[in-house]
Nanobody
């Protein structure tokens, strides 16, 4: 049983930066994957990026590659999503998720989800 809580969302101007945090109630084991997803109004939830809890492996959607960076602090049971060069298209509710089976991009492969945090990018 894992509980996730996102924070750090807000309003930012295009070109700006924002860092999201995802705090887990239970420390994950090696091999678990932590993912970030986002969902805009009227759209399906889409993959943003993921990181193994070990921090050795990362994966990003092409739309955010080079702009977003995922990191983690195992001591704090926290995963971060650093978002730079934000665009209006990045506006969405961002969700943190945990996969126990090693899934990366498929939402169906994740077992636990946070409540989401709103990110709004103005032009």
């Amino acid at each position: 049983q894992v509980q996730l809580v996102e924070s750090g969302g807000g309003l930012v101007q295009a070109g700006g930066s924002l860092r999201l945090s995802c705090a887990a109630s239970v420390r994950t084991f090696s091999g678990n994957v932590m993912g970030w997803f986002r969902q805009a109004p009227g759209k399906e939830r889409e993959f943003v990026g993921a990181i193994s809890w070990s921090g050795r492996s990362t994966s990003y959607a092409n739309s955010v590659k080079g702009r977003f960076t995922i990191s983690r602090d195992s001591a704090k049971n926290t995963v971060y999503l650093q978002m730079n060069s934000l665009k209006p298209e990045d506006t969405a509710v961002y969700y943190c998720a945990a996969s126990l089976r090693g899934s990366v991009q498929d939402t169906r492969g994740y077992d636990y989800w946070g409540q989401g945090t709103q990110v709004t990018v103005s032009s």
